[in-house]
């Protein structure tokens, strides 16, 4: 049986003044993908991202989230997505629950109790009474994983959510990430530079590079026997550089 659509962007482009941005992008994303985006500084994947959630709009191409157009169903359909960009910050004065309890005055209607729930759902219930000042980084990505969880999401988009954490860290981030995948059928779509990591979480990832999303793949059977993610990703990099060098 086919897998709801959550995503589809198609052809989206978007150009800034310094000319870099991102090319006639295409993805798909199906309900319990974890969509991996990687790509060097600077390829677009924050801007992609951004593109997704309405934060920019794009110069051309679609959005269509849940199968309706973002453009003009902005708010029906981010009302079924999370999303984490560019921060993790919390209130620091503020404990975790008060954190979310702010957070949550975003989604008008939310069911008492979600906020416990979503706590519960990171890990992070035995701290809620603790001020977010004193969190480690990784209890910081938790902390706002937790936020973008509170409409009861069927998509989230998360950008660098393992940026700075430790082993232990993002060992637990990603296991959380799985567990929501696995458990609730949530898509997720997350950039990356942590390629090594991503490899144990990602059903699928694209490339991007340059703005342009130079391979899009299925992990299952891509890779050769012994063969890394991070060796296919650094190939595939080197060899768009050669390409555009002769071009
Ligand atoms: N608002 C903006 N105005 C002008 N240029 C921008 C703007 N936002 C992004 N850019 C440019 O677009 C390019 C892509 O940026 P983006 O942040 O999407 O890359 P990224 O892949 O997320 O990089 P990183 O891995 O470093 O976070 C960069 O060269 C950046 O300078």
New binding site residues.
Partial sequence: MERERVLEVKDAAKR???G???KGVSLELSRGDVYGLF??????????L?LITGL?RPDRGTVHLFGKPAATRFEEAMSRVGCVIESADAYEFMSAYDNLKLAARFYPGIAAGRIDQALEEVGLAPYKKEKAGGFSLGMKQRLALAAALLPGPELVIL??PTNGLDIEGMVDIRRTIERLAREQGIAFII?S?MIGDMEKLVNRFGI?QG?ELIRQERLQDLLPEGTTLEQYYMAQIQSKKEADAYA
């Fill in positions: 800034f003044r310094n870099r941005g991102i790509g060097p500084n600077g390829a677009g994947k924050t801007t992609l951004k920019i950008d660098e950039s530079h991007l703005g």
